[in-house]
């Protein structure tokens, strides 16, 4: 792998990033987490659930074989995510809001890029702390997560119609948020920077999000290992190395600390 490890940005990057940016936009996944030890979605260990597919796990079918298996993954996750803190990465990204006023959209479920300075981030694959009844819909709020972990553990249940409590994200099969969607559509439709981190851009439709880029943005990624995204520029590194560099740039190139 060609992973660049040093504290350097490639001349080309830095040429693309001296223009004048307006509307930046930051799209991310779970590479994003990666470095606050969030395993990611195809790569990262899966604890006690290591002989499962995350992707066969993140299914309709399996809760509904198994619900008590899918609570206790998520309920694990949830513990791991509350443990972790963000990293350089999300703390750039904070920081690139508050200067720039960038769009965060984000396919993880965790919190991070919010407890990193951000606001308003789009969850486009929902959250780990907004479970809901899979019933009637009714919102649940989430005691501690158990302090040992279980592979099998029993949802809650609704009180108002006792149907189970189930995870607030988005399965395969199952529709995003329409209104997430859609602005997550129109920011980056009107964007002229894009930043695509951290993803393996093979989930739809999150993937196709980067096609809404108007002609003319510059789209940068960065990955230790880029996925099949039309970009400018590929930045093989990671999010909390290549971010707090990017912000630098952005910054000495725009003025924009304020
Ligand atoms: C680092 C790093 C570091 C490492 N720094 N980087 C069109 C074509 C084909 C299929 C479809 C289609 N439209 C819809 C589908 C079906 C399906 C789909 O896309 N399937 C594909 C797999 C083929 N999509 C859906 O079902 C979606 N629903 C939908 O479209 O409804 C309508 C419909 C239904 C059915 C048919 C047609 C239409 C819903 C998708 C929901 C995805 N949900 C999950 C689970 C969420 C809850 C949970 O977390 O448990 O979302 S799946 C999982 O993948 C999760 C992630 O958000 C998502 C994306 O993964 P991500 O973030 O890219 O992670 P990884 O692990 O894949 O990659 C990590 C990357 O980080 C790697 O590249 C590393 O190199 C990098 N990295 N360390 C920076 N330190
Ligand atoms: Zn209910």
């Known amino acids: 792998m060609n992973t660049n490890t040093s504290q350097e940005m490639p001349v080309r990057l830095s040429e693309l990033l001296s223009r004048r940016f307006e509307r930046i936009v930051v799209l991310s996944g779970a590479g994003m987490s990666a470095d606050s ?3 990611t979605f195809r790569s990262g260990s899966n604890g006690l659930w290591h002989e499962f597919n995350p992707s066969d796990l993140a299914t309709p079918e399996a809760w509904e074989d198994d619900k008590a298996l899918v609570w206790g993954w998520y309920e694990w996750r949830r513990g791991l995510v509350m443990a972790a803190r963000p990293n350089p ?3 750039a990204i904070g920081e690139l809001q508050r200067l720039h006023g960038t769009s965060v959209i984000t396919q993880n479920v965790d919190d991070l890029h919010e407890r990193g300075g951000a606001t308003g981030v789009l969850h486009l694959h929902g959250s780990l702390f907004a479970a809901r009844c899979d019933t009637c819909g009714a919102p649940h709020v989430l005691g501690d997560p158990p302090s040992e972990i279980q592979r099998q553990v029993m949802p809650p249940r609704c009180p108002y119609c006792d149907g189970y409590i189930r995870p607030g994200v988005v399965w395969f099969g199952e529709d995003l948020d329409p209104e997430v969607l859609d ?5 980056i439709a009107a964007c002229d920077l894009l930043l695509i981190v951290g993803t393996s851009s093979v989930v739809y439709p999150a993937a196709g999000l980067s096609g809404y880029a108007p002609n003319g943005a510059t789209i940068i990624e960065i990955n230790p ?9 590929q930045w093989q590194t990671t999010a909390a190395i290549g971010l707090p560099l990017l ?3 952005l910054n000495h190139d725009q003025g924009g600390e304020k």
């Open 225 to 233: 290992q880029p996925g099949p995204s039309l970009t400018d520029y």
């Open 37 to 39: 030890g969030i395993p």
């Open 247 to 249: 912000l630098d740039a």
């Open 89 to 91: 990465g999300h703390v």
């Open 183 to 187: 602005n997550a559509r129109e920011r």
